[in-house]
């Protein structure tokens, strides 16, 4: 596609790396329009800057997942379907993410493209694939930025009254810090979500002791509770108004997988960021393989341990369940009040607000570079493709801050009742992106294949249980999608859950086909698939740093173990 070129000269003059060769011959392909075929994100004015390091690629990939889903979204899981419910559904949907990463970890690790999941679809499926989902996505995040925002003033109003601070008020404060941090570039936005996401991976550590501790009595009480809970009142509990009790505890199962996804959407978050890593290649194959021991030690591990220490029919959780999003919503502290604890409320309500904070933070930046993405793909106006001096696409993330405006509703109660219903519509697009990431998938394995190349031994990273898990994966987030709010029509048909729940099904439908019939786009052969457009920049990149890691490596030879050393060898799997 592109013309050999002699960087023998740049080598001895060393002046710069192949890498950089590679890219200013791109670029100026592009600026003389050389080729149509050259990506817009190569492109000098719309470049990002690879300043994230594998350990912030890392926490951001827990950091993302670990949210208020977990520490609050238990609390309905545990009261509508019993523990039982609750460690099957969230054990379920956290192998059906494992399977979406390591799809998606397949994808990035060959061709970490900036433009994100759209630039995927669009390469190996079908360009009115990638419009669909990168809109989903886009749709996603322009929601739960704001929505994030309030749940910061309503944590906040733990301690201070509306009546005496605006919830206006923080809402400006939270929208100024996190805009701030996102303007200044990703290795500062990095930095900063590296140290939050470090902050939630402790506080979760915490709690997890915690209910260990509660579980065998070590709490004032002493009440050793083991497994009682899954024994009385029971592991599974029955729907209510649902006969026979058979069926009651099967539809309580079923209604849980809806508070499942929701705890785990924003793990695929981490695709969007492998755009601006330094040696993608190797942060994402670390990031991915973490990912199943994450899920099994946080969420399943937490929701196990946190059944065991209270029941479904705890009054107290019942109470929970109606309170805002606050400390008081949480199950964790409700096992800590039943075990005698006080003080441990405050401290909770501060980790939720770090949690929030730290979302607002990702969700601002990961809406900004899909509609970056988008602009990049030729789906999006070209302005939300530009970047600043610091590599950040300073026009999307103006236009993302607008939206993010729409927090200010909750200064008015009517609208904030209104506007709590967005937060039914951003699982739905959730799953859509899983959808459309695992059909990507399976299209680009039949690529690989139609073009003789060969999954097994010519790719940095093979994707296990391959092509079943993405099938069943697949199977799992369609399933989802389709049953995840049918209890709207038990006990009479709750239509406002009803809309806000699936509106994202013919939205998405809707872009898919709007797209396809009217710029009359064709569905990708599989040996017509670009599988080599920016992999010569991903090959020069990653030999670079290779080199550059040998050199360290080689100067630190003979020298005591440092911090680094020790991160890396003792908790660098954690963290």
């Not at 520490?71 to 099957?88: D, E, N, R």
Request: overall charge positive; proline content about 4%.
């Amino acid at each position: 596609m592109f013309k050999d070129k002699d960087f023998s000269s740049n080598e001895k003059a060393g002046s710069s790396s192949r890498a950089q060769s590679l890219l200013s011959v791109h670029t100026q392909e592009y600026d003389l329009e050389v080729s149509k075929s050259v990506p817009v994100a190569l492109a000098e004015g719309h470049k990002l800057k690879r300043d994230l390091q594998s350990r912030h690629i890392t926490m951001i990939a827990i950091g993302g997942a670990l949210g208020t889903g977990l520490l609050i979204g238990t609390t309905s899981a545990l009261a509508s379907g019993g523990p039982g419910s609750v460690f099957v559904a969230y054990s379920i949907v956290g192998l059906v993410v494992y399977c979406v990463m390591c799809a998606l970890g397949e994808m990035a690790t060959y061709i970490p493209l900036p433009e994100g999941f759209a630039g995927y679809a669009s390469r190996y499926v079908d360009p009115a694939l990638g419009f669909a989902v990168g809109y989903c996505y886009l749709f996603k995040y322009l929601i739960i930025t704001p929505n994030q925002l309030v749940a910061a003033s309503l944590v906040l109003q733990y301690w201070v009254d509306a009546d005496r601070v605006n919830p206006g008020v923080w809402i400006a404060i939270f929208l100024v810090v996190i805009t701030f941090i996102n303007y200044f570039g990703v290795k500062f936005f990095g930095e900063f979500e590296f140290w939050l996401s470090s902050l939630k991976v402790i506080t979760v550590v915490g709690l997890i002791i915690l209910l260990f501790v509660l579980m065998l009595g070590g709490g004032p009480n002493h009440d050793r509770t083991g497994f009682r809970y899954w024994k009385t009142p029971g592991s599974f509990k029955p729907y209510d108004g649902v006969e026979p009790d058979s069926l009651a505890k099967f539809v309580s199962f079923w209604s849980v997988f809806v508070y499942a996804t929701f705890a785990y959407l924003g793990t695929e978050l981490v695709g969007v960021v492998f755009g601006e890593a330094r040696n993608p290649r190797h942060s994402i194959k670390k990031a991915i393989k973490l990912t199943f021991y994450r899920i099994l030690f946080f969420y399943c591990l937490s929701v196990l341990l946190l059944g065991c220490c209270v029941a479904y029919n705890d009054p107290n959780l019942l109470a929970a369940k109606k309170s805002s999003t606050s400390s008081a919503a949480s199950p964790f502290v409700v096992a800590a009040k039943n075990a005698g604890i006080g003080v441990l409320p405050h401290i909770i309500n501060a980790a939720i607000l770090i949690f929030i904070f730290s979302a607002c933070n990702s969700d601002l930046y990961i809406a900004t570079r899909t509609l970056y993405g988008l602009s990049a793909n030729g789906k999006a106006p070209k302005v939300f493709s530009r970047t600043n001096k610091n590599g950040v696409p300073i026009y999307a993330l103006a236009f993302a801050c607008v939206f993010c405006c729409l927090a200010f509703m909750a200064c008015s109660s009517n609208s904030k009742t209104v506007f709590n219903y967005f937060v039914n519509v951003v699982s739905i697009f959730g799953l859509l992106t899983w959808v459309s990431i695992l059909v990507t998938h399976i299209f680009f394995m039949k690529a690989l294949a139609a073009q003789g190349i060969n999954r097994k031994t010519d790719l940095v990273y093979k994707a296990p249980f391959q092509p079943y898990a993405s099938y069943f994966a697949l199977f799992m987030c369609i399933l989802i999608s389709l049953i995840k709010n049918f209890t709207v029509f038990i006990g009479g048909f709750d239509y406002k859950n009803f809309i806000t729940g699936y509106i994202g099904i013919p939205v998405y439908l809707i872009s898919l086909f709007g797209y396809k019939i009217i710029m009359r786009s064709k569905r990708v052969r599989p040996e017509e698939a670009d599988l080599y457009t920016y992999k010569d920049v991903i090959d020069a990149e990653e030999a670079e740093c290779l080199k550059e890691d040998e050199e360290a490596k080689a100067a630190r030879a003979g020298r005591p173990h440092d911090l680094s050393w020790f991160y890396e060898t003792f908790i660098g799997w954690l963290f």
